[in-house]
């Protein structure tokens, strides 16, 4: 079993910064950041496959940057310019072959 732990959550102010980390129990080609607002559906924020390719949504982009580190099995987001509209729980998220994965999430909110 592939596992997943998010963690650099918190309360943050409109234009604040915010770097979110999950250590995985082992990397796939393709991994990635969403998250979930309270009453939305889950949204992709942003990938980083081992093609390599680099997307993110267009709500986040310029802002978010999404790197990954396979020797610690890490990948962060970091993210900056942070707006209310952002808040939600961020989860981790790995695909291997047909398989998905994911982290238990971690929250943001950010609020004056």
């Known amino acids: 079993q592939l596992q997943l732990s998010e963690s650099g959550g918190g309360l943050v102010q409109p234009g604040g910064s915010l770097r979110l980390s999950c250590s995985a129990s082992?990397?796939?080609?393709?991994m990635a950041w969403y998250r979930q607002a309270p009453g939305k559906q889950r949204e992709l924020v942003a990938t980083?496959?081992?093609?390599?390719?680099?997307n993110y949504s267009d709500s986040v982009k310029g802002r978010f940057t999404i790197s990954r580190d396979d020797n610690e099995k890490k990948i962060y987001l970091e993210m900056k310019s942070l707006k209310p509209e952002d808040t939600a729980v961020y989860y981790c998220?790995?695909?291997?072959?047909?398989?998905?994965?994911w982290g238990k999430g971690t929250q943001v909110t950010v609020s004056p």
């Open positions: 980083f496959t081992t093609t390599p390719n680099i």
């Open positions: 082992r990397m796939t080609a393709t």
């Open positions: 998220y790995a695909r291997s072959g047909v398989r998905t994965y």
